[in-house]
């Protein structure tokens, strides 16, 4: 193919050919140099932090409160089991595990079949309901906030997980039938149609016939689901108020550690249950990095 | 084919859309008229009292500490944003040069990228945690630590009120440009590389390369990044709220309009007075936004 793609020709570029460019105005040794010297400062400073936590996990109190960075003498998994027992990270991920799991599948079932049914359906209505949707994308959350939790309160869903996965639903539709409606409009009728001529109902043809062409949509979409919905923070301060310690979520777990981390002087404890919920997230972004940051940003270009 | 058409449409909607207007629209729209009660606890009923929420802002101090705070968030933030993103895009795409005729990113771009990124994926409470550690006052942080080693006395990163805004915004910026820099470059891959290769060819030298086609180019690019970051700083609610001492604080040198929301909402229980702040908080996101896509408007360049 003779398109080549971007990353691609970035990859391509180790090349011996240091030498003098066609074109280029500025003394490319001068430039190269510190290009590469800011892009390198930018990546210890994100590198940095994110490593300094998973080092600090393995520290003792003084070996912290030291030399900011020096390696542990030894590494031990103490701290990571007083996290993960006693200050019930634990808990609080297996939590968050089941409430992202049934939040993550009810936005994907529901999110695309309303997407499914606005992309490829003309009625009446339509366009209105699309945009009912995507309207949700622009307000700021903190407006909603206070009804939000009376509402939820009135059904009796207050300090409950079923409430909590409900309104994670309700929020990541927005950006989700946004997503997956311009995603099914870019899919062929014909396979469709075909499917239909050999009397395929119109919900058979969706899960047997349109969901498996979809899979590339979905998936970039489940992840960014998951990635957002883990890492809700507001939401369930709001709705898992506080005396429902049993039912917290990771961040407001962490959060929580954060603050009293002080008192309990247990600083390697606070650093591994910050390494626990960032280890999976890690995971997952090493894992899928092209499809989140591309499933991220296509919201915003085009 | 017409056949269960409607009733298969209607199948599919129901669910959805009614989880959507119990939860998201139908709060949205109480919001305004609780806005104009004072609905205080749990028990009593409302009290529809018009304006007098909104007079009552004008004189409370927080409210305008607040206001002036995403001021300066909106100054200082989506430019520091913007221009480092920017700068690192142009690098790993253009920054190379030119090779066997095509432009080139600079070397190990695509690493750089992955690395960027990272912050972006963690969450907000998690980032907080961290940089609180990070900054702590004394030579246990690790910032005023490497300081000590260069013998600077320790700073008050987040307990100095003229310093924490900055220290708050400067987390918002480390956890921002990843993903800008990722969106400039799907800008950047969507100009086509001939328009660069010719113009190095013409003798273009990289900062001409930037400022005369990389970035009109990308205006679109930048106006939608614009409008994001302006959002984003309407927030910062979780960074406010784990980092700051004393929630807003010292002496609300850092509070947001969000955690006074919070804090009037769940604190006191005043629903009504806390309905009005995120009314305030709306109109203020709302004429942000609108005069952005106004001001930057200009001729599509059409590639």
Known sequence: MATDTEPKAAVRAPAPAR????????????????????LLVWAILIIGPILWTFLASFKTNTEIFGDPITLPASFGWDAWGWAWEKARIGRYMLNTVFVVACSTAGTMLLGSMAAYVLARYSFPGNRAIYLLFVSG??????????????????????????????????????????????????????????????????????FQVMMPMAKPGLISITIFNVLGQWNQYLLPLVLLTGNVEDRWLITQGIANISVSAGHEANWPGLFAALSMAIVPVMIVYIVFQRQIQSGLTSGAVK | MRHGRYPFVVGFLAAPVLLYVVFVISPYLQAFYIALTDWKGLSATPRFV?????????????????????????LAMPPATIVIALLFAFLLNVGGGQRGGRMTGIWGSKVYRVIFFMPQVLAVAVVGALFQAIYRPDETGVVNGLLAKAGIEPVGWLIDPDLALWSIIGVMVWQGVGFYV????????????????????DGAGRFTLFFRITLPLLWDTLQVAWVYLGIAAFDGFALVQVLSVNLGGPDNATTVLPLEIWRTAFGPFRFGYASAMGVALFFMTITFAALTLRVTRRERIEF
Not at chain 1, 19 to 38: I, Q, Y
Not at chain 2, 57 to 67: C, I, T
Not at chain 2, 182 to 201: Q, T, W, Y
Request: proline share 5%.
């Open chain 1, 137 to 206: 994308m622009t307000f700021p959350v903190f407006l909603a906030l206070v009804p939000l939790f009376l509402v939820v309160r009135n059904l009796g869903l207050i300090d409950t997980h079923l409430g909590v996965i409900l309104v994670y639903i309700a929020y990541s539709l927005p950006f989700t039938v946004f997503f997956l409606t311009a995603f099914f409009r870019t899919l062929p009728t014909s396979v469709a149609e075909a499917a239909m001529m050999d009397g395929c109902s119109h919900t058979r043809t969706f």
């Open chain 2, 50 to 74: 018009g304006l007098e929420n909104f007079t009552r802002l004008l004189d409370n101090e927080a409210f305008w500490a607040a206001v002036r705070h995403h001021g300066v968030l909106l």
């Open chain 2, 182 to 201: 990722v969106l400039f470059s799907a800008g950047m891959s969507s100009i086509p590389k001939d328009v660069f290769e010719a113009a190095a060819l």
């Open chain 1, 19 to 38: 030498g003098p460019r066609a074109g280029t105005g500025n003394t490319p040794g001068v430039f190269g140099t510190l290009s590469h010297l800011a």
